[in-house]
C-alpha cells in the first residue's frame, strides 16, 4: 500500500485524560505535525457502558477534533479488552487455560473461540462501524489489537481441536502412528478417550495445539476483516497491530501467531516495535521488525506503535528518537507513530511513558519529534514508499520454534535466539536480508540463510535441496530438518532429505565443552550446540578442536550442482558467524561494504526509482567512512555527495544519499 | 507509659513443654532475674480442645507459678492461630485470596472479617479473660499477635469493600475517574459489576484494597480492645505485638498493617524486632525498630519479642546479647523480653531458638542475660522511661510503601530500602531521628527527612511547604509528590505542589547506567534511578555527570521563606547522601559528633531528669572516642567521666554516661 | 542370584517403532551380544488399548523374535502410565495432592492406594501373565518401574494415614504430645478433627506422611509381587527398577522409596544409574548405586538401565562406555543394560537417546558396546557373580533425609549432599563401602561412618554405642542422633544417648563465616554448619580457628571400651574430611593404597575364590602406579602381573588383575 504522506502521529485517547483539554492536544498534535491519530481500540467498557447501551461520546470528540484539525484517522476495534459486565454475565468469556480460569482485569485473557464472546464482539464492532465509516478522516481500521488465544483450553475449545485432528487423521491408528502416542500409554483408542491437552507430556500434540491456537487466531482475524469490510469505503485500509516475541523488549518473531496466515484478510501489515534505547540503541530491532513487517504482505508496513518515551530505561538520548523514526522509514516504513500520546495517570501502564509526560506539557520528545517531522517533510516525496530489494532472506518459521520449545536446545539458546544470532550478524555486517516463510519463493535471493529449520516437511526439504541445485547458495544452521511438521523426528540420516544438497551426515550431538574452531585463520569458539558431523562429498571447512571431537566436522561446504550449500553444525560465537557470512557473500557475488556497525547502510528505490541510501552512526562517538555509492545528493542538507567521499557521522546522526 | 521496672523476661509456654518442669523454669528465670512472662497466645486449640470446651489447666499452673516466684504475666489472646476443629466446622474461616482458599495449619490464615470467626474469637477472649482478669501478677494483655488479613478476597469480604467504595464514592463517575477505570476497558456503569479484585491490573484499585485490608485489621484489633476493656483493671495496660516488614529478618515498616491507626486502641506499642548477628549486628534494626515503636504512642514502647539464640546465624558472640539488651533501653524500650524461653522440640519453629536450648538446661545465652540482668538492677532507675528528643524526623508512609509496590522503581529498590538507606545514614553519622507519620506534627524538628514520598494528598504536600515556609529544613527524597492518596498520578509539573518550595521540576527520570554527581568535592555513583530535574529558581547543588545527562541537576537547594528544601532527584551511594545529611545539619544547626560507625551514641534523659549518653561499640575491634558531653558518671562501672576524656570501648562493648 | 552369563541389554519397544523393523533389530542386538532384552513396561494402552479388550501382539512379535534369536527376555508389568480411558472412566486414578487433581498424560501420576486403579492394574498384570509365564525365553519379571505415590493426598488416602496414626497412638494425647500439635493451636481432640495434612506447618506430621506414602509403595510393590509370584516358574527372577534421587542425574538414596522395605518381596534388586559423562565421568555414581544396589539384598544386583548416549552432554568420549560398563561389574553388578535400544520419535523423551540414534544405523556407540561385549565374554567367567566385603561401611537413612528435608541446614546441603560428601571422600580415596540400614548389622566392619543421622530411635542409638564398644571404629557426623523417629527433637544433652560414647556435647550450633579448623598441620574451611561442641572426656583432634568459637571444639574422638567414637561436629572441605578418615583407617587398622582418584580400584571375589582387582582410569590424560596386590595375571590382555610392577593406565582406560 503506497501513501501520499508518511503516517506520523500516535495512539490517542480522549477517555484517559484527567480533564478535558482535548483542544490543547490536538493544537499541540498539529504543531508537531502530525497527520494521524489510532483510536477506539481498547476501551470497549467506554463505547459500551452496560450491555447494549453505547456511548460514542468520546469518540466522536476526537473524530470531531480531527476534522477541525484536519487529522486523519485510525479507527481499532475494541475487542482485546472487554467489559466487566460481560465477564459476570458470559464466565466463560475468559479463558480457561493452564491456569485454570483466568480472573477478570487483564486484556487478552478472552477465549476467543467462545460463542458468547464472538457475538457481544461483533456487535460492537457493527456499532462502531457504523459510527466511524462514513467520517471524511478515517482512512483505515485496525482489527483488534496484538491478538491473543490466551492459551484457551475449555472442553469446548479442546473440541474443536480435537475436531480437527480427527479430520486431519480419519484413521486413528495414523494419529497414534505420527504423534508416537504408544509412548507412556498414550495411546487412544477412540477421540473419545482424548484426555486433557494441558496434561499432554507429548511434544507433538502440545505443538498441534499450539500450531491449533495459532489458527483460531488467523480465523478471529479474518471473521473480524470480513465484518469491517463490509462497511469500507475506497482508500480505506484494514491493518492489525502485529507484535513480536518479548524479552522486555520486541525480540523475535511472534510464537503465538500465525502472521503470515494473519496478514492474508488484511490490505497492509502493522507492527509495533519497542526496543533498547540509550546506549543500547542498535537499530537492530527496528530493521528486523521491519524485515518482518514487509514479509507479511510483500510490500511496504505500517509502525503502528513505538516508544516516544516507554519504559524508566528507554528514555531516548537527544537525537535518537529522531535517528529511530528514519530507521524505520529507510526498512520501508510508511509510518511512524508512538504509543502513546500522552502519559497515563492511573492503572497499569502508567510508566510506558508516551510523548508527553504526565504533566501533558510540551517536552524534550516532544521538541524532539516536532523538528524531526519539519525536517523530514521537505524531503518526504524522496522516502515515502521505500522498495526494497535484498539480496539474501532469512527462512522465519513458526513450526520450528514450536518444535525448539518442546525440545529445547538449553535455556537460553531458543529459536529465537538463534534466529536473532544470525540476523544480527548480517545487520551488523550491512548485510540487508528479508525474512522470509517456507511457502515464498527462494529463487530471486543469491543466498539463503536457514536457521534451525527444526521441523520442515519433505516438501520444504525438497525444494531446499532445489534452491541449491538451481544455483542458490544456502546457509543451512544446525538443527534444521530434523522433524517432519508434527515435530516427528526423520528416522532416517539426518539431516534427512538435505544430506544430498549439504553432502554430510550425523547422529550424535552433544554441549560443547572447551570446544572451538578455526576459520578462515582465525579461532572461534563453540558454545551451547555442537553436532559430530560426518562428511559424504562435502568439502570440510572446519573441524572441532578438541581431544576426543576432534575427529568431526563442524562446518561443510558442497557445490551443488550450480548452487552451494554451506552447513553450520555449531553455535559458535558471533565474529565466527560473521566470518563464514562473508566467505558465502564472496561465494555468491554480494558485495559487502567495509564499514561495519556502528555505522549502519539501509537502501532503497524511492517514488522516483531512485537509489536511497541511509548511513546510520548508531554510537556516541563520532563515526566516519568513505561513501561508496554512485554521485548523487544529501537529502537532508541537501548538499552534493560524490564518489569516495569521506563523511563524517556525529553521534546518533545519520545523512541520507539519493543517486542521481 | 512509665515503668517501676525495667519489664524483662520472655514468652514462656508450659504446653509446649515435652515434660513437666515448670519448678524448674520458674527457678530459672527467677534466678535470671525474670520479671515478667508472656503466655497464652498462639494455643488456643489448648485452651479450648473442642467447640465450647474449656480448659486453662497450663493457663493456671502458669499463673500460680508466677505468684510463687512473684513473676509478672502478660497475657496474649490466641486468635491469631485457630483450632482445628473451627476450621472444619466453617470452612470459610480459611481466608480465600489470591492462592485461593488456604488450607489449614499454618497461623495467620483466617479471614478476620469473617462473622463465624468473629463470634468464635469473642468467646474464647472472654472465657481467658474471665479466668484472668482478677490474677493479682496479671499486668497488661497483648491483642492476637502480628496480626493479618490473609489477603482475604472471598466474596463477601471483597462486598465489604466494594461498600466502602459506594460510600467514598456516591457517583460511581467520580470512581471511574479518579480510579481511571477506561483504561482497558475496565470501567464499570453499576457497582455490581465490579470484577473479583485479585484479577485488577488497576494499580489504584489495587492499593486501595491493600489499604482495605489494613483498616480491616485496625477494626479488628480496636473490636479486640473493647472486649479486653471490659475486663482490665487500674493499672493494666493494653498492648500488641506489632512486626516490621521481613527479609528472613525485621527490616522496613510493615506494610500490611497501618500500625499508627491500629495502635490508637492501645495503652503501649509492643514491637518485636529479630537482627542479624554476629559480625553482622550493627544495632541499625534495634534503633529503626524502636524508633517505630517510639512513634506509635510518641512514648516509650515494649520489646515484646527479640532473639535470644533465633535462628542458625543469629548466635550470639559472647557479649552481643548484653549488647543488645541496652540497645533497646537506649531506644526508649522500657522491656526487654526474648522469645521465647526454651527451644522447641517440634512442628515449625524448632530452630527458631529460645533461651535455652534444646536441652533445657543453662547455657551461655541464659548465663550472658543473667548476667546482664544482675548487672543493669543496679543502675535500672537512671535507664528506665528514657525520654527521647530527636532533632530530626524521617517520614514513614504505607500508602507510598503501596503507590511503589504498585509501580517499582526496580526488583531491589522498594519503599523500605530507600526508607533504610536514608535512615541508616543517619544512624551511621549518630543523628537520631524520630520516625513519624504525615499526620504528625512536623514543627518540633529543625530537619525533616522525606524518602520516596510517592503517594500523598494535597494537604500533605501543602503541610510540607508550609513547614519550610515556617523555618523547618527539609530533605525531600526523589519519586515525592509524585501522586495522590488513590495513587493517581499528578497531571502537573512534578512534584506537584512541592515545586514551590523546592524550586526545581521534571519530568523525565530513567535508570542510570555510568552516572554520578559531585557533591563537596567529591564523586559518587548513582543508581537505580534518577529524574533529569530542571531548577526553577532553585540552587543546583550537583548535576549529573554523562555525556548526556549532563544538562540535567541531580540536586537542587532552595532557601525558601526562614527554611530551605533540598531536593535529592536520585539514588546514591550511601556516602554521598552522608555528605549531604552531614551538610544539612549545618544549615539547619544540629551539631553531630565526629565518631560515627562502629561507634553508637544514643541519648535521653531519664526519670531524674538527666541526660544519659550510650556509647557503643558495634564491632570486633577495640575503638576509641574523645568523650565530648558535660561531665558525669560512668553508670555500669561507677566512674566519673570528664568532658574531653579519652574512652576505650572493647570489642561489643558500651559505656552510660549520666551528666551531672 | 548367581547368574551363568553376565545379562548384557537394554529396553526394547518395538510398539515405538516408526516402521517395522524387528528383524533387523533382533540381528543388530544379537550381534552386539545381546542375551537379555527387558519388554512391556510403560504401554499398558498398546496391551490394552480399549477397557477389556486386549492385544499382545507387539509382545508376542518381541517373544517370537526372542525366541529365533535366542535372547532372554524381563517382562515388566506396565502399571506405572495408566491409558487415558482409564482416567476418564475413573478420574480419581490421578493423584489429588498438593497441585490439586494431577491431569493426564504423564507417568506415575497415577494414586496408588485407589481401589479402582489397583482393580484394573491386577487384571492387565494378569493378562499379561497368562500371555508370557510359559514362555521360555522369559527369565524375570519387572514389577512396575521407579513407583511413586504422586504425593497422594485424596481425603480416601488421607483416611489410611489416619487409621494408621490412630492405631500407632490409641491415645490421642499421646499422639499430640509426641507430635508437638500443642504448637500454634494445631492439637486435636477427636480424629475427626484431622485437617487436610496438605496445610501442616508440622514437621513431625509432614515426615509423618512421608513415611507412610513409602510404605504405600511397600504395599504396593509387596502386592504386585504376590500376584506375579502365582504365575512365575523355577529359575524365573522377581525384580524392580529401583532409581536415585535426580538433580539431572542419579544423585543419592531415593527419598519416597524404602528401598529396604520394598526390596524383600523381591528376589533380585535392580536399578538405574545415570551419571555425568565426558569429563565430568567420575563412577563415583556407578560406585554409589552399586553399593545401594548390593545393599538391598545383599547380594549381587542387576544394572538394568543406565545411559547409552541419553541426555545432550552425556553422550560418551570414546572409551568410556566400555570404562562404565566394567565399572558396573567391579561393584557386583550382574547385568549391564541400557535405557534403550533406539532413540524415540516422538513425544517426551526423545532426546534422551538409546544405543542406536534416531537413524537406527550402527554407529559409535553401537559399536563400541558391541566390542566391549566381545572382550568382557572372554574372560566372563572370572568376573561374574563378584562378591565384595566392604572393611568400611556408610549408614543411609531415609527418615534421617526427610528430618533434614522438614528442618534444613541451607538450601544447599541436604541429606544426600551429606551422604555423597562422605562417600565421595571414601570413594577418592579407594575406600570401598557398603551402604547399610540402621536394621542391618555393624559388627562386621571395622569402620563405621554415619552421616546426618538425624533421625534415630533410641534402639538405634544405643545400638550404636554397642558397636563402639564392642570394637568398633565409628565416624559420627554433624545433626546426628538429634531427634526421634518422629522427629521429635531429644530433650537432653545432645547428641542425647551418643553423649556416652563420643564423650561430649552441645548445645549451639551455627552458620560458620570465616572458620577454619587445623587437623593433622594442615588447615580446613569450614562451611555451612558447625556445631559448639563441648567435650566432656573425649580428646579434641580439632578446634575452630575463629575470635570467639575458638572456645569450642570441631571435632573429638573417645577411646570407648575397645573402639573408638570420633564426632564431627562440622562440614569441611573434602580434603579435610580425607584426612580425617585416613587416619581413622590407621586406628581401625584398614590398609588404604597410595594412588588416589582418578585411579580407582575396585575388588571382590570371584567364582573361582579368587581375589579380583579393577583398576580405573576416570581421566584424559595417562596415570601409573605401582601394582601392590598378590601376583596374579591381567585378564583382558591375558598377561601375567607381579607385585611391585608399574602399571600405565592410557586415559579413560582400565586393567583387571586376577590374583594367582
Redesign the interface.
Known sequence: MNVDSILFGSAY?D??M??DRIETDFQMMKEAGFNVIRIAE?????WE??DG?FDFTHLHRMLDAASRYNINVIIGT?TY?????L??KYPKILSYNKNGQ??????QLTDITNPDYLRYAERIIRKLMEQVKDHPMVIGYQLDNETRSAGAASLETQALFIEKMKEKYPDIEDFN?E????????????W?????I???????LSAAYKRFLRDVITDFLTWQSNIVREYIHEGQFITHNFDYSWIDYSYGIQPEVNQFDAALCMDVAGVDIYHLS??KLDGAMIAFGGAVGRSLKKDNYLVLETEA?GR??W?A??GQLRLQAYSHLASGANSVMYWHWH?????????WKGIL?????P??PYREISEWRKEMLKIEEHLRNLTKKCKAAIIIDNSSLTGLDE?P?SDTLDYNHILRWMYDCCYEMNLECDLISVNDSFEDYPLLLVPALYSATEETLRKLNTYVKNGGHMLLGFRSGFSDSE????????PHLLTECIGATY?????P??VSLEFDGKTYEVSE?ME?LRPIDAEVWASYKH??WNIYSAITHKRYSNGSATYLGCYIEKDGLKAIIRKLCEVAVIPLPYYTFPIIRKEGTNDFGKKVQYFFNYS?NNQEFIYDGDDGKELIGNTPVKTGERIILKHWDLVIIEEN
Not at 504423534?179 to 477412540?190: K, Q
Not at 494441558?198 to 507433538?204: A, F
Not at 515435530?487 to 532416517?492: L, Q, V
Request: aromatic fraction near 20%.
Open positions: 485517547y477517555e484517559y484527567p480533564y481498547s476501551t470497549w467498557s467506554t457502558p452496560e447501551i475494541p479488552a472487554i467489559p466487566a459486565w465477564a459476570k483466568e480472573l477478570y482485569g487483564h486484556r502412528q504423534f508416537g502416542l504408544d509412548y507412556w500409554s498414550n495411546r487412544i483408542a477412540s473419545d478417550d482424548f484426555p486433557d494441558r496434561g499432554t507430556i507429548n511434544g507433538s540509550q546506549d518515551q524508566y530505561d528514555v538520548y537527544p502519559s497515563i495517570h492511573n492503572s497499569f501502564e502508567s510508566y509526560s504526565h504533566d501533558l506539557l517536552n524534550a525440545f536446545i515435530i516427528k523426528i526423520y528416522h532416517d540420516a539426518q547422529d550424535q550431538y552433544t554441549i565443552r572447551n550446540w559430530l581431544t576426543f556516541s
